[in-house]
């Protein structure tokens, strides 16, 4: 069965650090990846995702994220925090094929001045 | 152009009541979802519909029920309900099942 486990329900930077959500999953084939983003009272969008090929992607707003299969890991980064990047970001996966996409608990990310 | 759209964006009723929201999408995708978000923002499926055949049905009260018209549109119908239903619903939809799943802004439901 997949799962998602996302390792800090709230994470706090200063404005220009490093960004650093950590997601790790389980799935017994391979898996596609995303992160959304969801900024307050807004429905979840898309930030980034992973099918297949290179395994570093990029997404919007400055975001990557690198799949690595051996430790089955999905983190987010971002190198320079901004305040409009303060918002609640979920990770999730499905299965190749698959029936039902898992979300994770969600990380709340706060930006600080 | 909105491209998943909900109705309507707050709803606030009394324990017991029959309620609706509606869900449109013009993106021409052919599966839609139903998800409810509790106040911990955690993030729960509730069904699944492609090409209007419901293929996701969750551990969900049978107060709960979803219909879709035709392809571009997903209703959910609540009846009786209940103080533990207070929630966000959100509707979504994808072209297919492990694509990337567009959101609509969400339905804040209040139970007093």
């Known amino acids: 069965a997949q799962s998602v486990t996302q390792l800090g329900s709230h994470v706090s930077v200063s404005e220009g650090a490093l960004v650093l959500l950590r997601c790790n999953y389980s799935?017994?084939?391979?898996?596609?990846l995303f992160w959304y983003v969801q900024y307050p009272n807004q429905g979840l969008q898309l930030l980034l995702k992973?099918?297949?090929?290179?395994?570093l992607v990029k997404g919007i707003n400055g975001f990557e994220a690198e799949f690595k299969k051996s430790e089955t890991s999905f983190h987010l980064t971002k190198p320079s925090a901004h305040m409009s990047d303060a918002a609640e970001y979920f990770c999730?996966?499905?299965?190749?094929?698959?029936?039902?996409?898992?979300f994770g608990a969600g990380t709340r990310l706060f930006v600080k001045a | 152009d909105t491209a998943v759209s909900q109705t309507p964006k707050y709803l606030v009723t009394q324990m017991g009541n029959d309620k609706s929201i509606k869900c449109e999408q013009n993106?021409?995708?052919?599966?839609m979802y139903w998800y409810k978000q509790d106040s911990k923002k955690f993030l729960k499926i509730m069904f699944s519909?492609?090409?209007?055949?419901?293929?996701i049905n969750e551990t969900v009260p049978n107060r709960f029920s979803p219909k879709s018209p035709d392809k571009a549109h997903l209703n959910l119908h609540i009846n009786s309900l209940e103080l533990g239903d207070s929630a966000v619903y959100f509707c979504?939809?994808?072209?297919?099942?492990?694509?990337?799943?567009?959101f609509g802004p969400g339905t804040r439901l209040t139970v007093l």
């Open positions: 999730a996966v499905v299965n190749t094929g698959g029936f039902k996409t898992i």
């Open positions: 979504a939809s994808s072209q297919e099942r492990e694509d990337t799943q567009y």
């Open positions: 519909y492609n090409n209007k055949e419901l293929i």
């Open positions: 992973y099918t297949t090929g290179a395994t």
């Open positions: 993106l021409g995708h052919d599966t």
């Open positions: 799935s017994s084939v391979p898996p596609y």
